[in-house]
């Protein structure tokens, strides 16, 4: 039989994982927000607007093994990706603070939310410009609730570039951990985790792929029109009713560990 771990032992260590800094966490392949603390992230005012995005691959490392990883070929892929640059853009947008699904806890009151507003991402707008500057563009279609400006729930169409025999995909994403910290006046550190769920549209009876997907970013102020991070994306395989035995078995093995991290030098420059 296969052993697993006590639930007061995965309470510990989610709840150390919970208080342990960002800063730290960055460096760790465990997850690093285990719980949804708040509805949405109160960005700093001096992240509103466009912005030009450029993002180096820093590092790309395999805590449980090449195989995890995805094989030798996967890991070689990554492994040459080290150093390369990708330009894209992003933005955050001001909203109300009473977001949808009832208001953004503890929020309202920030320093953030002068007059009742707060700085957030425009995370549709943010998902089809990474995507399309990495798999080409036109990969991300319409999101049938992209009007809703739900931060803890996006669905969009995906259209992969690369792929000859037009196969088209339904991509899920669901919030299921998020945490920020407000160092000082410079300096804001956040993570979120989400759910990644892709539904081929061609063949519905196969089973989707899924993973979570584990973002740390710590942002820096870097002078006027100016931010810098260091971002570091962890994939998880994701425990759910849908695993098979092979994936039930990859996860207890790897302890709930991250199989793929990869860590970003960024660089922001203010567009508007």
Same mark, same amino acid.
């Given at each position: 039989?296969?052993s697993v771990?006590?639930?007061?032992?995965?309470?510990?260590?989610?709840?150390?994982?919970?208080l342990?800094?960002?800063?730290e966490?960055?460096t760790?392949?465990?997850?690093a927000c285990t719980?949804v603390?708040?509805?949405?992230?109160?960005?700093?005012?001096?992240?509103?607007?466009?912005?030009?995005?450029?993002?180096?691959?820093?590092?790309?490392?395999?805590?449980e093994?090449?195989?995890a990883?995805?094989?030798?070929?996967?890991?070689?892929n990554a492994? $040459?990706?080290?150093?390369? +640059?990708? &330009?894209? %853009?992003?933005?955050w *947008?001001?909203?109300?603070?009473?977001?949808?699904? #009832?208001g953004?806890?503890?929020?309202a009151?920030?320093?953030?939310? $002068?007059?009742?507003?707060? +700085?957030v &991402?425009? %995370?549709?707008?943010? *998902?089809?410009?990474?995507?399309d500057?990495?798999? #080409?563009?036109?990969?991300?279609?319409?999101s049938?609730n992209?009007?809703?400006?739900?931060?803890?729930?996006?669905v969009? %169409?995906?259209?992969?570039?690369?792929?000859?025999?037009?196969?088209?995909?339904r991509?899920?994403?669901?919030?299921?951990?998020?945490?920020?910290?407000?160092?000082?006046?410079?300096n804001?550190?956040?993570?979120?985790?989400?759910?990644?769920s892709?539904?081929?549209?061609?063949?519905?009876?196969?089973?989707?792929?899924?993973?979570?997907?584990?973002?740390?970013?710590?942002?820096?102020?870097?002078?006027?029109?100016?931010?810098?991070?260091?971002?570091?994306?962890?994939t998880?395989?994701?425990?759910?009713?849908?695993?098979?035995?092979?994936?039930?078995?990859?996860?207890?093995?790897?302890?709930g560990?991250?199989?793929?991290v990869?860590?970003?030098?960024?660089?922001?420059?203010k567009k508007?």
């Amino acid at each position: 039989c296969t052993s697993v771990e006590a639930p007061w032992a995965a309470q510990a260590a989610a709840e150390a994982a919970r208080l342990r800094p960002l800063r730290e966490a960055v460096t760790l392949p465990d997850r690093a927000c285990t719980s949804v603390e708040a509805l949405d992230v109160p960005y700093p005012a001096w992240l509103a607007g466009t912005w030009e995005v450029s993002s180096k691959t820093a590092c790309v490392d395999a805590p449980e093994g090449v195989d995890a990883f995805g094989g030798e070929r996967a890991w070689r892929n990554a492994q $040459a990706d080290v150093g390369n +640059v990708v &330009a894209y %853009r992003s933005r955050w *947008v001001e909203r109300t603070a009473a977001l949808p699904l #009832g208001g953004v806890a503890g929020l309202a009151g920030s320093d953030d939310a $002068a007059g009742g507003r707060i +700085v957030v &991402a425009d %995370r549709y707008y943010n *998902v089809v410009s990474i995507t399309d500057a990495i798999m #080409g563009a036109g990969t991300v279609g319409e999101s049938p609730n992209a009007a809703k400006a739900d931060p803890n729930y996006l669905v969009f %169409r995906l259209f992969p570039q690369q792929d000859p025999s037009g196969n088209s995909f339904r991509a899920e994403i669901k919030c299921i951990g998020r945490r920020f910290e407000r160092v000082d006046a410079d300096n804001f550190h956040v993570c979120e985790t989400v759910r990644q769920s892709i539904f081929s549209e061609q063949n519905p009876n196969i089973a989707p792929r899924v993973k979570d997907v584990e973002t740390i970013s710590l942002y820096s102020h870097a002078g006027e029109g100016r931010v810098t991070a260091l971002q570091r994306t962890a994939t998880f395989y994701a425990l759910t009713t849908m695993m098979g035995p092979m994936e039930r078995e990859a996860y207890l093995r790897t302890r709930g560990r991250a199989i793929d991290v990869r860590t970003y030098e960024l660089e922001y420059t203010k567009k508007s």
